[in-house]
């Protein structure tokens, strides 16, 4: 008669192994959903919790002009007669808009502004920081926009090429996020080794950008180092961080976020998710 009582003992323990061990699987599988969640994206972000466009378009580290225009603010160096940086929000609906390109012209408010002249017969283009197409929707901001205060040289084959198809995804990415910041500006080093024009505009060796959606939930950001040439692999190549740009500028951008957020955003470097937003 004991024979029957063990079999059903040991039919109970092999039940309850296969629960427990049921219970672990899945126990791991929460665990590693959870984990994966977490890696993938920072937390969403509270309501009210990002500061106005006007203040994360500060930067600082650089030495030159302020200058505030209507639709963007460029930090010029006098000596180099070059921007240091120009920032901008770029919004959905500015994306649109039907204004004429306007004319190169140097602004007399800025002490070492360039000329038009000074790019003549330099083999370098006139190259926008905040670009034309972003000033459309209003004919102040494109007559701003075309002021050299917002030009530096480059090489054809950047401004034509990658930067340009650059600038094309700026405005793609805005309309899928409703809005973004971007500051831009040249590389600079101590000591510039080529100028153009009688004033002697500097020509950097290679061009910063760095995106931030702040209004994204979560927020994100991306940088780009580009040469001033042909970017060779286009802008997948010349993908890095917010803090690589920042390590290589010397310049801060984005400090009015939140720290904990500051430091999530500015470590990214996924341009495949920023290049699959759709509008």
């Known amino acids: 008669m004991a024979r029957p009582y063990r079999d059903k003992l040991s039919w109970t323990r092999t039940l309850l192994l296969c629960a427990v061990a049921g219970l672990l699987i899945y126990l791991l599988v929460v665990v590693y959903d959870q984990t994966a969640k977490a890696d993938a994206a920072p937390e969403p972000v509270?309501?009210?919790?990002?500061?106005?466009?006007?203040?994360?378009?500060?930067?600082?580290?650089?030495?030159?002009?302020?200058?505030?225009?209507?639709?963007?603010?460029?930090?010029?160096?006098?000596?180099?007669?070059?921007?240091?940086?120009?920032?901008?929000?770029l919004t959905a609906a500015e994306t649109e808009g039907g204004?004429?390109?306007?004319?190169?012209?140097?602004?007399?408010?800025?002490?070492g502004c360039a000329t038009k002249a000074d790019y003549t017969g330099s083999g370098y283009d006139r190259g926008h920081m905040a670009?034309?197409?972003?000033?459309?929707?209003?004919?102040?901001?494109?007559?701003?926009?075309?002021?050299?205060?917002?030009i530096a040289p480059q090489s054809h084959a950047l401004n034509g090429g990658a930067w340009k198809k650059l600038?094309?995804?700026?405005?793609?990415?805005?309309?899928?996020?409703?809005?973004?910041?971007?500051?831009?500006g040249p590389v600079l080093t101590p000591e510039p080794t080529e100028f153009i024009g009688r004033n002697r505009v500097a020509v950097p060796?290679?061009?910063?950008?760095?995106?931030?959606?702040?209004?994204?939930?979560?927020?994100?950001?991306?940088?780009?180092?580009?040469?001033?040439?042909r970017v060779e692999g286009g802008m997948q190549a010349?993908?890095?961080?917010?803090?690589?740009?920042?390590?290589i500028?010397?310049?801060?951008?984005?400090?009015?976020?939140?720290?904990?957020?500051?430091?999530?955003?500015?470590?990214?470097?996924?341009?495949?998710y920023w290049t699959t937003l759709k509008k």
Request: aromatic share 10%; net charge negative; glycine share 4%.
């Open 249 to 272: 500028t010397g310049l801060d951008f984005f400090s009015a976020l939140p720290d904990s957020i500051e430091a999530i955003v500015e470590q990214q470097n996924n341009f495949h």
């Open 46 to 89: 509270a309501a009210g919790v990002i500061p106005s466009a006007r203040e994360l378009m500060e930067v600082s580290g650089a030495n030159g002009i302020p200058v505030a225009y209507s639709h963007f603010r460029v930090n010029f160096n006098p000596q180099l007669h070059i921007p240091n940086h120009v920032a901008w929000e």
């Open 205 to 229: 060796n290679a061009f910063f950008k760095v995106i931030l959606s702040p209004f994204a939930n979560p927020p994100r950001a991306i940088g780009f180092i580009m040469p001033n040439a």
């Open 131 to 150: 670009p034309a197409a972003d000033m459309k929707f209003s004919p102040e901001a494109m007559a701003e926009c075309f002021l050299m205060t917002n």
């Open 99 to 111: 204004t004429e390109r306007g004319t190169f012209t140097s602004d007399p408010d800025v002490e």
């Open 167 to 184: 600038e094309e995804k700026c405005r793609q990415w805005a309309c899928a996020d409703s809005a973004i910041i971007i500051v831009c």
């Open 238 to 247: 010349a993908a890095v961080s917010v803090d690589s740009v920042e390590a």
